[in-house]
Structure formats: structure tokens, C-alpha cells
């Protein structure tokens, strides 16, 4: 038999499954971003730079901002001369 739950362990509990709800039904789903630490840190300081509060906000904006461009801009950007070293 599982354990009882205390008042604010079913509080927490509660909430979580609000926010998963939520997220769902919105469509929302957690990307994760593996990068150099010099990357994040220059990045950090663009964030700060440029009044962003949350770095969710900046990336939602760069893609955005990905996706409004026609698509021979997107294949020019994407032809670099060092993208094989990635």
C-alpha cells in the first residue's frame, strides 16, 4: 500500500498535475539543449543585454524569428563554410 501524503506533499502533487495539464493541453513540451559552457555564458549575457527575463523567452523569439524568414534565407544561413565542423 502506497504511503499517505501530507498536506503540502498533496498540495505540490496537485499543482504539478495542473501544470502537466496545462502544458498538454496547450501543446507545450520540454526541449533540452546541450551546449559548451562559453556558449551559455555568452548567451546569459545577451539575455541580460537585451531585457530578456527568462531564456525560454529568447529562444521562443529566435525561433520565431527562424521561421518568419523565407526559405532560401533559411538555406542561406544554414550554408556555412565551417557547419561540418559541428
Known sequence: MGEKKTGGAKHSADYRAKQKAEAEKLGIEDVTITMPAGIKKALAAEIKR???RQVQELWQ??????????????????ERP????F
Open 50 to 52: 537585451h531585457g530578456y
Open 61 to 78: 523569439d529566435m525561433a520565431l524569428s527562424w521561421i518568419a524568414q523565407d526559405h532560401g534565407e533559411r538555406a542561406r544561413r544554414l
Open 82 to 85: 565551417d557547419a561540418p565542423a
